[in-house]
């Protein structure tokens, strides 16, 4: 099958399309003949060297996929060979092929095209287990989404709004803001001219945020603890502004507030399991009725994977680069 692989770490001209062997499922996997797969943040990291796959998972780069089964290993019930499905994946998405275990597998939502399905599960499955799991989200509660034109962050205003909170997003460009509001931010600021600190506190009457999904860590978590409403959530997903910093556990305190960090990736499958069956009961009608719509910024067929990683370099992308096999 064709694959991607990273030859030496580094830019996108590190990726070559190789030939490798197929993928054999395993006791309860799967083999997902791929369609589409998108690409990630996480991608990127793992081209340049900094994010290894967990132990046991491939060394193809891709974290989502959508496709058909193509074949069922010992013990798998959930699925049969020809079901339109999609997948979270701890690495391999970038093939024809890929193996996963069933509880990773969901159904193609209905009506949803499968090539825009390949940018869903990675992205939906973190805003679902960060915001609504793990900061448990409720309607009517203000949620701070920095990064908002990102794959996650425009997943992430649509699932919030969807379910009854208010949403505040940072973003860098106006293009960013504009799309961010257009899917329903309530507020949209520029963090190159305002401090979200203070404009979150403009626009709530000094509350701030009940939930803040950060991408920055380092760099913002003094700033989001200032942000945060009393007993409000921080939960760090991305690290983009660095891993260490000063925390003042007195301001934390003072608000009864709780900073929380997750990875997706690296989780057991039986917790990957439990994300995917909660997000699809929670979410797959509203995604078949069309309230939820992942965004595509662009797709490119495999053989063009460096064009899609310069796009996620130069951060152009409003939501999902997404690849077609
Ligand atoms: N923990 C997990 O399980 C998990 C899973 C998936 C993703 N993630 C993380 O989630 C984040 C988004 O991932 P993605 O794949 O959606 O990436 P992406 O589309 O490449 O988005 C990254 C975003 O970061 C924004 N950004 C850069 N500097 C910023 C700043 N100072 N303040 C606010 N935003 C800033 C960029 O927007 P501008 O152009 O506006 O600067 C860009 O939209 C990444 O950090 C990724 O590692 C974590």
Known sequence: MRAVVVKEPGGPEALDVVDLPDPVAGDGEVVID??????????????????SPPPGASDVLGLECSGVIASVGPGVTAWKVGDPVVGLLAGGGYAEKVAVPQEQVAPLPEGMDPVTAGGLM????????????????????????????????????????????????????????????????????????IDFVEGLRAATEGRGADVILDNMGAAYLQRNVAALAHDGRLVVIGLQGGVKAELNLGALLAKRGSVAAFGLRGRPRAQKG?????????????????????VIHATFPLEDVREAHRVLDESSNIGKVVLTL
């Open 122 to 193: 990675e992205v939906a499955a973190t805003v679902w287990a960060n915001v609504f799991m793990a900061a448990d989200l409720q309607p009517g509660e203000r949620l701070l989404v920095h990064g908002g034109g990102s794959g996650i962050g425009t997943m992430a205003i649509q699932m919030a709004k969807a379910f009854g909170a208010w949403v505040a997003v940072t973003a860098g460009s106006e293009a960013k803001l504009e799309a961010c509001r257009e899917l329903g931010a309530d507020v949209a600021m520029n963090y190159r001219e």
């Open 34 to 51: 791929v369609v589409a797969a998108g690409v990630n943040r996480a991608d990127v990291l793992q081209r340049q060297g900094h994010y």
């Open 274 to 294: 439990e994300i995917v069956s909660d997000l699809v009961s929670s979410t797959w009608p509203l995604f078949a009725d069309q309230t939820l719509n992942p």
